[in-house]
């Protein structure tokens, strides 16, 4: 069974990530490369086999006894050693998953139209439902970790499911947290990305300060020329 505790920054950011390439009016469709479903795993915080950079826990284990030899310059004592390999033990590490193919992109692909169907469901009862069914379809656990943290894990090994346990806690996260309205594209045309806005207001329009500058600079550019004034 697949582990996938949710680091929600990160799977919050592959989220929009995903969402983003989905066709909208202007915008054709963006998901067509199982290279794009790599960098939405890695920002999710999982790791496809392929990538040799990523360490087992024997190669963690043996960086840390590595640090600690060198932060003493000796052998520790045999509490402070394990202590320091608790800490290392408790850092987070990319979690393994299949190298995704073609058939890859059409699975998630209708992941992503599913959770934006949910995220952006008029009624929020409609949003729990499509997420229950997702969870479902996909063989997804929800629990909770020794810290009391939501953690979503894969009952299968495939690549869509392991990135499904992710997107799909980190949008349980979102609805749990009051931030489902704030989940809206960027005001910007030129950009459209999909945003939470966690501005103080909450009518955050930009997904970025250079979004929101791109749009004052076009709006006074557009000024300028119906007033006649010389563009700049």
């Known amino acids: 069974m697949g582990d996938t505790s949710v680091t929600h920054a990160g799977a919050l950011t592959a989220l929009t990530a995903l969402l983003a390439t989905a066709p909208s009016p202007g915008l054709p469709e963006g998901l067509h490369y199982p290279g794009q479903l790599v960098m939405f795993a890695?920002?999710?915080?999982?790791?496809v086999?392929?990538?040799?950079s990523v360490p087992t826990i024997e190669e963690l284990v043996r960086a840390a006894r590595i640090r600690v030899r060198e932060r003493y310059g000796e052998?520790?004592?045999?509490?402070?050693?394990?202590?320091?390999l608790q800490e290392a033990a408790a850092?987070?590490?990319?979690?393994?998953?299949?190298?995704p193919v073609f058939e890859d992109v059409a699975a998630v692909t209708r992941l992503r139209d599913r959770l934006a169907r949910a995220?952006?469901?008029?009624?929020?009862a409609e949003c729990r439902d499509e997420l229950a069914a997702i969870a479902i379809d996909f063989r997804l656990i929800p629990g909770?970790?020794?810290q009391d943290m939501l953690a979503v894990r894969s009952a299968s090994g495939d690549f869509a499911s392991l990135l499904a346990a992710k997107l799909v806690g980190a949008s349980l996260q979102l609805v749990a947290a009051g931030l489902r309205g704030r989940l809206r594209r960027c005001g910007d045309y030129e950009c459209m990305s999909p945003f939470v806005d966690r501005s103080a207001s909450g009518h955050g329009l930009y997904c970025t300060?250079?979004?929101?500058s791109r749009v004052r600079a076009r709006r006074r550019r557009n000024r300028q020329f119906e007033e006649g004034q010389p563009i700049g």
């Open 42 to 47: 890695t920002a999710a915080g999982l790791a």
């Open 49 to 52: 086999e392929s990538d040799s």
């Open 75 to 84: 052998p520790p004592e045999e509490e402070e050693q394990e202590e320091d």
């Open 91 to 99: 850092q987070p590490f990319a979690e393994p998953c299949p190298e």
């Open 119 to 124: 995220l952006w469901a008029p009624e929020a």
């Open 144 to 146: 909770l970790t020794d």
């Open 209 to 212: 300060p250079t979004c929101a």
